[in-house]
């Protein structure tokens, strides 16, 4: 979550009615909107609300959702979660969704290794579903460590997804995710390799020292992601 400068209730107020001006906004709508668990600003130790900019996002949100599509704040509250959870907000009747284009090409790319543009978090149910394979296949990937929740989380994420989808579609060929294992063990040492050179430059104590960190290691990820690319296609090649 974003840290920001967080204003008052009275502040929050203000920003929302000159933004809103056709709305009938006062504190105690704001006061009811957290206590339906819409929103959740941070008590000062005297007790006194502050508001983030993601509190006012949803805020905003809620307003428009109200004013422009008459939503119930039942309603609101579930397509909040599933903004929460970086997925699309649920169709009238429906469900949320996984963003369009996530598994539009799940071959890792340039774009796909240098940042996680699609933070979701889904539940076991969801991801099942999404990525269209069976709860005993899941169990599998998780016993074999190629698929967990997230650190901490019962909720999975973009990747984990993925590798559930990918797996799935494997498994129409015959392979199991005990065979799929090896892919996992040949992932984990092209990542020794590039922590081998990044930890070195993540210790050092020159300024920038993390910055070039974390470049160097999306460069590495890159050219390792090429390279392994280009080793299977040429072994491949023999094969036809």
Do not use: C, W
Not at 2 to 27: N, S
């Amino acid at each position: 979550m974003r840290q920001t400068a967080r204003i008052t209730i009275g502040q929050a107020v203000a920003d929302l009615k000159a933004e809103f001006p056709d709305v009938d906004i006062k504190e105690s709508k704001i006061r009811h909107l957290e206590n339906e668990g819409l929103v959740e600003p941070e008590r000062t130790p005297s007790g006194y609300r502050k508001y983030s900019t993601d509190d006012m996002e949803k805020l905003r949100y809620i307003i428009r959702a109200q004013r422009e599509h008459y939503l119930p704040l039942k309603v609101i509250r579930e397509h909040l979660d599933a903004l929460d959870r970086g997925l699309e907000p649920p169709a009238p009747g429906g469900s949320p969704s996984i963003p369009v284009g996530l598994l539009a090409n799940p071959a890792p790319g340039v774009e796909s290794l240098l940042g996680n543009q699609h933070d979701v978090r889904i539940s076991r149910r969801e991801l099942v579903k999404t990525a269209d394979i069976t709860e005993e296949l899941l169990d599998q990937l998780e016993t074999f460590g190629l698929v967990r929740p997230r650190t901490g989380s019962k909720h999975y994420d973009a990747d984990a997804l993925v590798i559930a989808k990918v797996a799935g579609e494997l498994a129409a060929y015959g392979l199991e995710p005990r065979h799929l294992r090896a892919f996992k063990t040949s992932a984990d040492r092209e990542i020794g390799l590039v922590e081998q050179v990044v930890s070195p430059i993540r210790r050092s104590r020159e300024a920038g020292a993390e910055g070039r960190a974390h470049q160097t290691m999306d460069e590495l990820a890159v050219l390792s992601v090429r390279f392994h690319a280009a080793l299977v296609k040429a072994g491949l090649r023999s094969l036809r």
